[in-house]
């Protein structure tokens, strides 16, 4: 199993080394390696056999340094950045050279955020390169938001796990790119829509395709093991009698029949509910005594819609 501690230069010896490290962000830890040593970030896809046509996400510790991995900054993303960053943003800009065809799947644009986390900030200001990290779990599998939730999976295949503590959003960053000088969220994530036009005005959503921009909008991604129903629990528990099942809420509810039932925040607030997702999802993955799990959609505004998201892409079809 890995090492897991809160050492920034046992993190950078090895990172500097070509290896990777698992690194706390406020929305999911990541699985980092140089982004600028195609052989390093060549690991990374290896560990969690991950397809390479799926790019990686380039972190760095200033607007500053971005602006020398991406060849232009158009004023929106400026604009965003100015105000978001360090945060659970993503902004997909056209790359410079010096980013390796790796990183990018061979786009010639770059993903490029300011994560916003003490410690992964100290180290990124300390390393003379920046870092391109995936969430830091096998692919297409559940998020990680701890430390430990790193180790069970990627833990034999790593020596490093920079532990930050439980991740403060739980869900991954909102990713935006610019065509024709319109924004496009090309992934719901931890700043909403709202949020986002509030800056730039107009924004749009792109639903995915066939050929999807950005990977994490495959149909089935963020998917437990185990099968995965979501929808009105009472109707899903009518269908599945007999069944030992887990249970999603979103809030509190008066139903004390069922033993496997977790909610997501008994006051009914999305931050929370997003923070505790993905342990959640995992936890009743985990549990052997249930076969199936039932889910309810959280109210689709604000972070809600990301979190939708994530349970509409982690149901079994
Ligand atoms: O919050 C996050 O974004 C976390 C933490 C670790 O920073 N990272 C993360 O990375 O979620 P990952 O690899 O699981 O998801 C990155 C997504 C992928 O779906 C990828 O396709 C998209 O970002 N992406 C990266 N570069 C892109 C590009 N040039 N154009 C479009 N999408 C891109
Ligand atoms: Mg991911």
Redesign the pocket.
């Known amino acids: 199993m890995a090492i897991i501690g809160k050492d920034i230069s046992q993190a950078k010896k090895l990172l500097s080394g070509g290896e990777l490290v698992a690194i706390p962000?406020e929305?999911?830890?990541?699985l980092a390696a140089n982004a600028l040593d195609p052989t390093a970030v060549t690991q990374i896809f290896a560990v969690k056999d991950r397809p390479t046509f799926?790019?990686?996400?380039v972190?760095v510790a200033t607007i500053e340094q971005a602006q020398k991995f991406a060849a232009s900054f158009p004023e929106k993303a400026m604009k965003l950045a100015n105000h978001f960053w360090p945060g659970?943003l993503?902004l997909?800009l056209p790359?410079q050279a010096i980013i390796p065809d790796i990183v990018?799947s061979g786009?010639s644009?770059?993903?490029i955020?300011c994560?916003n986390h003490d410690l992964t900030r100290k180290l990124l200001a300390d390393l003379p390169f920046p870092l391109a990290?995936?969430?830091?779990n096998p692919f297409g599998y559940v998020?990680p938001t701890t430390a430990a939730h790193v180790n069970s999976q990627l833990g034999h295949k790593i020596k490093y796990i920079l532990d930050g503590g439980p991740c403060r959003i739980g869900l991954?960053?909102t990713?935006v790119?610019f065509e024709n000088e319109n924004a496009i969220i090309?992934?719901r994530?931890?700043i909403s829509e709202e949020e986002i036009s509030k800056i730039i005005g107009k924004v749009s959503y792109r639903l995915a395709s066939s050929n999807?921009?950005?990977?994490?909008?495959l149909d089935s991604h963020y998917a437990p093991n185990k099968k995965f129903y979501l929808g009105d629990i009472d109707e899903l528990k009518k269908e599945f009698i007999g069944k030992n099942v887990g249970i999603l809420r979103f809030m509190n509810n008066s139903d004390s029949s069922v033993d496997h039932q977790l909610i997501l925040s008994k006051s009914g607030n999305l931050e929370e509910a997003a923070r505790n997702l993905f342990s959640s999802l995992r936890q009743l993955d985990q549990k052997i005594d249930i076969e199936i799990i039932l889910a309810e959609p959280v109210p689709d505004s604000g972070i809600g819609k990301a979190i939708n998201d994530r349970l509409r892409r982690a149901a079994t079809n």
């Open positions: 962000t929305t999911v830890y990541g799926d790019p990686l996400i972190h659970p993503t997909v790359k990018t786009l644009t770059v993903g955020r994560p990290a995936p969430s830091a998020s991954e960053s990713i790119g090309y992934r994530g931890g999807p921009v950005a990977p994490g909008q």
